[in-house]
């Protein structure tokens, strides 16, 4: 059984940076895409970005391009999200998930997640 656990979440500033990090366990990491989410009080579970197996293909929102960097390091089992230049419209429980190769960026894509962590950017 896969174990995601997210970490990295906090409170900052608008304009400031956190990085999240996401440890995985229970089976090959190298076998699974691996996909950051993100939930707001209110709204629909949202899509942030994905990574491949390898770690060599990304994809990110459109809404916030430019200012991520996801990045997989199969030797330590975790998967990161650098996230900068934060807004208080990016508050938001963010989520990791871990799916097939064929996992995209629509949630139901993806078969384990972690509890989440919160971010909170002040304005």
């Known amino acids: 059984q896969v174990q995601l656990v997210e970490s990295g979440g906090g409170l900052v500033q608008a304009g400031g940076s956190l990085v999240l990090s996401c440890a995985f366990s229970g089976r090959t990491f190298s076998n699974y895409v691996m996909g950051w989410f993100r939930q707001a009080p209110g709204k629909e579970r949202e899509f942030v970005a994905r990574?491949?197996?390898?770690?060599?293909?990304?994809v990110y929102a459109d809404s916030m391009k430019g200012r991520l960097t996801i990045a997989k390091n199969n030797a330590k089992n975790t998967v990161y999200l650098q996230m900068n230049s934060l807004r208080p419209e990016d508050t938001a429980v963010y989520y990791c998930?871990?799916?097939?190769?064929?996992?995209?960026?629509?949630?139901?894509?993806?078969?384990?997640w972690g509890q989440g962590t919160q971010v909170t950017v002040s304005s």
């Open positions: 998930a871990a799916g097939p190769i064929y996992s995209g960026t629509y949630w139901r894509d993806y078969n384990y």
């Open positions: 990574i491949s197996r390898s770690g060599t293909t990304t």
